[in-house]
């Protein structure tokens, strides 16, 4: 592919935004003809907050998102892409107006689909890729934008994005795969690597979140010792095991007292704890406020914004403000 020059990047940046500002009209996140693909929006700015994240890449059009992972900054604007190649909870902040509000694009990352293109990709003999990292953000290269440029423009016709908006689809997983991000999917989805081993572990907590997860039997399955496991988690997850089931339990708490207007109690009990205080005060000391505080400011942004509850994990719902 010829290199585009700057005015032609510049452009093509303009025409994805165009096309994010027609397919989501209202603030918040918008679901597209294609389940893995929302659109974010955001006219205001949201100040730093927790969130919690499938898989899945983020291409930013217009405006600025930072996230915080430990003691790790990312910043991603119209010139950075993100890949989350693990399911993580952070704290996320989002710098936008009514005049230039935030515009973005996220794409769940099917796994089957990514597995398949790694084992094709590995047989061919593919590019060597850069150690493994649970997110990190990199510049979006022309390929790539031209790729995304084409799904919006697809998503915009129902039978367009029917027929190939799953095609450029899967060459958006490959420009991904084979740049300089490729390394943590393709680790993710082979066992065999202690990064692999980790991901793992994250979605059977995922899976398992109201169950007594016990740290040494991730690690037997994991097939390291309880050192070993705890230094390899922490180094894709900037926190340790116990620390990372605390905060997904408790975004999957505020999910189910925002969205199914579960009492406090009672979803406390849904996500595994068998303490009303505890989780009452390990809920305050996440998120700053009490759960039924926090229920009601969420409860409150979802009537002025009703596209701000976004699907994650699976056929889970978390309320994750843009």
């Known amino acids: 592919m010829v290199e585009k020059t700057p005015i032609q990047q510049q452009i093509v940046q303009q025409q994805m935004t165009a096309q994010v500002l027609r397919l989501a009209p209202t ?9 893995s693909v929302r659109l974010m929006r955001s006219n205001q700015p949201w100040p730093r907050h927790p969130v919690l994240y499938e898989p899945s890449i983020c291409i930013v059009c217009q405006g ?15 010139q950075q892409y993100l890949v989350l190649s693990v399911p993580l909870p952070f704290e996320g902040e989002t710098e936008a107006s009514a005049e230039e509000p935030f515009l973005g694009v ?7 689909v990514a597995a398949e293109l790694v084992l094709a990709l590995d047989e061919a003999g593919g590019p060597a890729v850069p150690a493994p990292a649970g997110i990190c953000a990199t510049p979006l290269d022309a390929p790539l934008a031209d790729a995304v440029l084409r799904l919006l423009q697809a998503l ?22 084979t740049g300089e ?3 943590a999917i393709r ?3 082979t066992h065999q690597s202690q990064f692999g ?3 793992k572990a994250l979605r059977r907590i995922h899976a398992e979140i109201d169950a007594d997860i016990d740290v040494g039997s991730l690690a037997r399955e994991a097939g390291m010792s309880v050192p070993a496991f705890h230094a390899h988690f922490k180094a894709v997850t900037q926190t340790s095991p116990i620390q990372y089931v605390k905060a997904t339990r408790l975004h999957r708490a505020r999910l189910l007292m925002v969205q199914e207007g579960a009492s406090a109690a009672h979803a406390a009990s849904r996500v595994g704890y068998e303490s009303a205080s505890q989780f009452s005060r390990e809920f305050k000391r996440f998120f700053g406020r009490t759960p039924q505080e926090e229920a009601a400011a969420m409860r409150s942004i979802l009537v002025n914004s009703p596209a701000l509850a976004t699907p994650m994990l699976g056929d889970r719902r978390y309320v994750a403000a843009t």
Do not use: C, H, N, W
């Open 187 to 189: 680790a993710a989805l």
């Open 156 to 177: 915009a016709s129902p039978l367009e994005a029917r027929l190939i908006g799953p095609s450029i689809l899967r060459e958006i997983y490959f420009r991904v795969l």
């Open 64 to 78: 600025r998102k930072r996230g915080f992972l430990g003691d790790q900054v990312f910043v991603y604007d119209p």
């Open 181 to 183: 991000q490729g390394g």
């Open 27 to 35: 603030q918040g996140m918008t679901q597209t003809a294609l389940e």
């Open 106 to 112: 996220s794409l769940r990352i099917d796994l089957t």
């Open 197 to 199: 081993k980790v991901a």
